[in-house]
């Protein structure tokens, strides 16, 4: 498996890393999913973008495993837009597989307090 992130993101898409007629619209795609990731604070604190094919997952992932979601993420939103299921129940399982790894990703970066005072108020 590629660890390029528009070659993989493509594989995704059924478009083959030689084939480039696509490459601007689907490197603009993932690069908002890159800035919606960064504004759920995921990711590098500065964003994270590319430009070609040579960006790898490791430099966004940067060694955390429990981030590998982000992939199938970037994956997901960039289907939606550039190649939509065509009808509505794909797209509303898609929208709610989405909003699932939007919430369990928030949870992952900034976990919930949990008190352990036993005061009640």
């Known amino acids: 498996m590629t660890n390029s992130i528009l ?3 493509k ?3 059924g478009i083959a890393a030689e084939y480039k007629a696509f490459d601007l619209d689907i490197i603009t795609h993932i690069n908002s999913v890159f800035a919606t990731l960064q504004q759920l604070g995921v990711g590098p604190v500065e964003g994270f973008m590319i430009d070609d094919e040579f960006p ?4 966004f992932l940067d060694g955390n495993v429990p981030l590998n979601q982000v992939k199938t993420y970037v994956f997901m939103r960039t289907k939606l837009v550039f190649d939509p299921p065509p009808n509505s129940f794909g797209i509303s399982s898609m929208n709610d597989q989405i909003k699932e790894m939007e919430w369990r990703m928030m949870v992952l970066v900034d976990p919930p307090v949990v008190s352990t005072s036993t005061e009640l108020l």
């Not at 790898?56 to 430099?59: K, L, P, T």
């Open 7 to 9: 070659n993989s993101t």
């Open 11 to 13: 594989k995704i898409l």
């Open 56 to 59: 790898e997952w490791d430099a």
